[in-house]
């Protein structure tokens, strides 16, 4: 899974999601799966969305991945009262705007990379499309 090599600080704050998203277009591929909203995306589901990618894909398509979980989320244990400090980072996630490019890909059919757009949306926690280059 996907986490920082090195991080300067061991826990981060929650920090706020919403705003504008700055990489909304295809740099890479001739498709591409987009936010429709903004969320979290953590390591499990990027590493999860990217293997549904690649056995649809049947190892012949080329996916690129457009996030990188650089946010440390903590939590508690289980049966623990409240209070008595911060709980121990438990995983990393992306912060994703509205409108930013999580995947891309090329090497397919768009009729494949559609289906595959698909199945990856169901792993999402919010909204995603299915976006591909228009050719002028």
Do not use: C
């Not at 990618?53 to 996030?67: A, D, E, H, P, Y």
């Not at 994703?96 to 890909?105: D, P, R, S, Y």
């Amino acid at each position: 899974m996907l986490q920082p090599k090195r991080s300067r600080y061991r826990k981060h704050q929650k920090g706020r999601v919403g705003g504008y998203a700055m990489s909304t277009d295809l740099s890479f591929g001739l498709y591409g799966i987009q936010a429709l909203e903004e969320g979290r995306l953590s390591a499990r589901v990027i590493e999860a969305s990217r293997r549904t990618l690649t056995r649809k894909f049947r190892r012949t398509g080329q996916v690129w991945i457009r996030v990188f979980p650089d946010l440390a989320v903590s939590s508690k244990p289980a049966e623990v009262r409240m209070g008595k400090g911060k709980g121990a980072p438990s995983y990393w996630a992306a912060r994703v705007k509205a409108g930013q490019m999580l995947f891309e890909m090329d090497g397919v059919s768009p009729a494949i990379a559609s289906q595959a757009a698909r199945l990856v949306s169901y792993k999402m926690p919010f909204s995603v499309r299915f976006v591909y280059r228009q050719e002028n």
